[in-house]
């Protein structure tokens, strides 16, 4: 008995009088119901091993804040209770509603209510599942709401990472960086949706996760070693637009210091040393302070530009970057090529065919040109190369209209995956990190001009980071098996020039 009038006194147990009021009642079904779907999501993340960042977000972000919301609402609906009460308003008791199955009305409208609360919550989930998968897809990020990346959708889907997803290098697994990148964002959605984003869009985004976050998840320079061949295809500004390929082993290195195997280029972000550098501009283009850090034996070397370096007071004013992945491969992705390598590329697929007079020269000068608008460069690029060869060479425009029209619509395709004038990009505007051809990229620091007070330089030596194995066509053709590999020769003959300036000092991605 005494155990029966326990159970009896537990099902008799009541919340304080001031709970018993609506807004409390509110608080307490959203509370409830955000707690059990939180206690849903983390069972299907633990079990199901799901690193959606979307998912991540919701569940332990969205659902928390809302069952937070809900537990507020119940001491507000108490005070609310409590107040009136004080001022002798008359409170009509609450009652709860009931539910008697006894009567057929009630009995209809509970199994409506619960059949049709399960297939809702069914298909919400699924629905949710579904919105959240879209909304990390290259197509929403791409299209949907992101039509001014128009730009960076088109580079990425021919680029080397058209398989990657967006959201594994902006974003990354987890919500942490999810909730960071988007709210980071939300003057970018004001923006664009008042037209008030910039033309092209400033690059380095300062609210990317780290490289070494997301480009190490599939690039691990700590696990590989040795070198890379490379074959670069050039076509000359002459007549006959003379093949002249180099063919070069890039030395990429990597490796660990640790275990003799850290060398070549990927030594920079070796994990046994530190290369932290400071930056004059916001594209990292003119670096005139590096500071290298042996991490194993606590050296020290700071470099500065002997021409133009920072005083005292600009270093201790500025914050060091420490060098990463993205500080060389700054367009991994969203790559615009120059004119100058897109028309040696469809040269080198025949889109274009060689034995077109001059064509090498004439499709870069067409492609090169500013223009308003896409429908403007379709237009004029068609005029150019029409007019010059009707001009110049009549005789063969006559018989080879088939060969010129290919040309005209390859070099119109190259301009439409490279230069985009509604959004004033073009592949001056976004200077890539990697070599020294178009841009100054490692001569940033490698140009020998760097050196530290103890008398050291940053190395200038071309053979430190690659070596030529073959270059020229025909009659100059050259190769080598030695180590030491061949000495550059420039195609047309420019005494001594190449070896005291850069090669993006004349090659800006149009004629030289």
Request: aromatic content about 12%; overall charge negative; some cysteine.
């Amino acid at each position: 008995m005494k155990r029966e009038g326990n159970f009896i006194c537990m099902l008799k147990l009541r919340l304080p009088r001031l709970a018993y009021n609506f807004i409390s009642s509110v608080g307490s079904a959203i509370a409830i119901v955000a707690g059990l779907m939180v206690v849903t999501m983390l069972v299907v993340s633990i079990f199901t091993e799901i690193e959606n960042p979307y998912l991540g977000i919701f569940s332990f972000m969205i659902l928390p804040a809302i069952l937070i919301f809900g537990l507020i609402l119940i001491p507000v609906g108490m005070l609310r209770q409590w107040r009136r009460e004080k001022r002798g308003e008359r409170v009509e008791k609450t009652r709860w509603p009931y539910v008697d199955l006894n009567l057929k009305s009630h009995r209809n409208a509970f199994f409506i209510f619960i059949f049709g609360t399960f297939f809702f919550v069914v298909f919400t989930a699924v629905g949710s599942y579904q919105a959240f998968h879209f909304s990390e897809s290259v197509k929403f990020c791409g299209t949907t709401c992101h039509s001014v990346m128009e730009p960076e959708h088109t580079a990425y889907q021919n680029s080397p990472h058209a398989r990657v997803a967006c959201v594994e290098c902006h974003v990354g697994p987890g919500a942490g960086w999810y909730t960071k990148s988007k709210l980071s964002g939300a003057y970018q959605v004001y923006a664009t949706l008042l037209n008030k984003y910039p033309r092209p869009i400033p690059t380095p985004i300062e609210s990317l996760r780290p490289a070494r976050e997301t480009c190490e998840q599939c690039h691990w320079p700590a696990k590989f070693f040795g070198g890379m061949q490379k074959k670069i295809d050039h076509y000359m500004y002459d007549e006959e637009s003379s093949y002249w390929p180099i063919n070069m082993l890039i030395k990429v290195g990597g490796g660990k210091r640790g275990a003799n195997q850290a060398s070549g280029i990927h030594w920079h972000i070796s994990s046994d040393v530190k290369v932290e550098y400071i930056a004059r501009d916001h594209q990292r283009e003119d670096i005139p302070w590096v500071r290298y850090t042996n991490l194993e034996t606590g050296e020290v070397t700071v470099y500065h530009d002997d021409d133009d370096p920072l005083s005292q007071e600009e270093i201790d004013s500025l914050e060091p970057r420490v060098m990463d992945c993205v500080d060389c491969h700054n367009r991994p992705s969203h790559i615009y090529n120059p004119p100058d390598r897109a028309i040696d590329d469809a040269l080198n697929t025949r889109m274009i065919d060689p034995e077109i007079p001059e064509i090498k020269m004439v499709a870069v000068e067409a492609m090169a040109e500013n223009y308003g608008s896409d429908e403007e460069a379709m237009e004029k690029i068609r005029e150019h190369i029409n007019g010059y060869y009707k001009e110049n060479y009549s005789g063969f425009y006559e018989q080879e209209k088939g060969l010129i029209e290919q040309a005209i619509q390859s070099t119109s395709e190259k301009f439409s995956l490279n230069i985009f004038p509604r959004m004033k990009v073009r592949w001056d505007v976004y200077p890539d990190h990697i070599g020294h051809f178009y841009f100054k990229g490692c001569m940033r620091c490698h140009e020998g001009n760097h050196s530290s007070d103890e008398g050291q330089t940053i190395s200038h030596s071309c053979n430190s980071c690659h070596i030529i194995l073959a270059q020229g066509s025909g009659e100059t053709y050259e190769v080598t098996y030695q180590e030491d590999g061949l000495e550059f020769k420039h195609p047309v003959d420019i005494y001594e020039a190449w070896r005291e300036m850069g090669c993006y000092e004349c090659h800006t991605g149009t004629q030289p």
